[in-house]
């Protein structure tokens, strides 16, 4: 999960309010402790998290909760608006129309990956992409981008020695999104800045966005803050978040410059890349899911079929093949249960969720030697049954075992996923609705 540490300390501030008796000045300052040791083991800078440790004490100790909602329901939206304004405040709008993206960054902060997985975040809301290599300094840097163009099937214009007359030339290309992938130093000096202001003059970006790794930390203000006085920028992504515990303090920081984070990568893969939305990224945190999130991701992988099934709770070993197929598309499964609500409070078995290639070809074999009463029950299948599904799909008797353990695991998973008891029962229940959080 994104920021898994800050995730589970979130979650025990959470738990803690939701289990105390007296809401006063004792319980406030145990609860902001908590809150404070989880921020800054994300590497969330100490003057930041003081000033939010303040307002979360002013607000709760200093007026009455609003009508309606009792005091640890007000300390509740409380602790939740005050980490959505500390992690971001508002979402980065991302417009889905013609335009030309100039991305800048220093060495190594994953710009030309990045620009890959807008390509294909762009694509799939049926935007034309093209990339553009204007990194003529770090030696295969325009390699790196056609490779990365032809994974995600977008034209690429990468040749020559001179960055602005690269750009020239991908500013010919016809399609709506044209994203240009520039150099990075490892510090933000003269040359650098010069160049970005000679091409930001002859691209005319409509967005500068500032690519900074999530293992930056709170050091991601200074670097926002001389991009923006320097070249300028219109929104910030933030790469590589699901590698490191600092992220929380890289997102804070940014937002104390008051730059919009627009974007976050949260793996490596082409599709492992959201639109910011701090609100939605809280939700996620303290568990309360993001069912949104998880039904674009299914859209997006033309599987939105199959992602209100899982929803619903349909879960038959009939269709669970091709549910399994269709949700490799979304990206990794253990990432998906913690977009649903109170699921990613359930202890689920590390890596349960997540299938590797070879082993769905095995299962394929194994679901197709099976009979339709026992893809339709599986109870039905006993030990001689395995015996002789095992023969007839060339696999082991403990693949079919292994198949059947899964395949109860992920029920199990749907099942609690239908419930979502979570946030209908008990005491964030109502703070749940107050949220939107639950229908």
Known sequence: MVLENLGSGLKDALRRIAGLGVVDKEAVDAVV???QRSLLQADADVALVADLSSRIRKQVLGSPPPAGMTLKEHFLKVLYDELVAFLGAERGEVQLRKQRILLVGL???GKTTLSGKLAKWFKTRGLSVGLVGCDVHRPAAQEQLRQVGKKVEARVVAE???AVAVAKTGLAMKEDVLIFDSAGRDALDADLAKELKTLGQEIKPDEVLLV???DIGQAARK??????????ITGVVITKLDGTAKG???LAA??????KVKFIGVGERPEDLEAYDPQRFVSRLIGYGDLQGLLEKAKEAGADKVGKRLLEGSFTLDDFFDQLQSMQGMGSLSKMVDMIP???????PKGMLDVQEGKMKKWKFTIQSMTPAERADPDLIKASRIVRIAKGSGTSEADVRELLKYYKQAKQVVKLAKGGKGLKRGPLANIARQFGMTG
């Open 254 to 259: 940014t937002n104390a410059t008051g730059a």
């Open 212 to 214: 900074l790794p999530a």
């Open 248 to 250: 929380g303090g890289a």
């Open 223 to 232: 670097q926002a803050e001389e991009f923006n006085r320097l070249v300028g």
């Open 160 to 162: 020559g020695t001179d």
């Open 107 to 109: 060495f190594g902060s």
């Open 33 to 35: 402790r908590d809150l």
């Open 342 to 348: 109170g699921l990613s409070k359930a202890k689920i």
